[in-house]
């Protein structure tokens, strides 16, 4: 089952590593993720109106880090990636307004 993170699309097109790792990897201990029936939902809490966001497709049969199913907003069942993300598990990135 692929897993989807959010990035605002400016970060992304920054990126110059064979490893993504956000801010709040360091802050937090790993990277939020969402399933796909998940995704409108985050956008519409965490994203302002209009921002230009990547939305990374991920295959965690390829990740090289550890992801851990586990609650978060409103209890709900959230998957967390515990460590960067490597580029050869980004299946596709889909670019859209929030």
Request: glycine share 6%; net charge negative; with cysteine.
């Amino acid at each position: 089952m692929l897993i989807y993170h959010i990035v605002e699309k400016e970060v992304w097109d920054g990126m110059c590593s064979e490893m993504y790792a956000p801010a709040g990897l360091e802050r937090e201990g790993f990277i939020h993720c969402s399933f796909s029936e998940q995704l409108e939902g985050v956008i519409e809490r965490y994203y302002e109106k209009g921002s230009e966001l990547a939305v990374l497709e991920i295959d965690p049969e390829y990740l090289m880090s550890r992801v851990v199913n586990e609650p978060s907003t409103n209890e709900e069942i959230y998957p967390h990636i515990y460590g960067p993300i490597n580029l050869a598990a980004v299946v596709s990135v889909q670019y859209r307004k929030a």
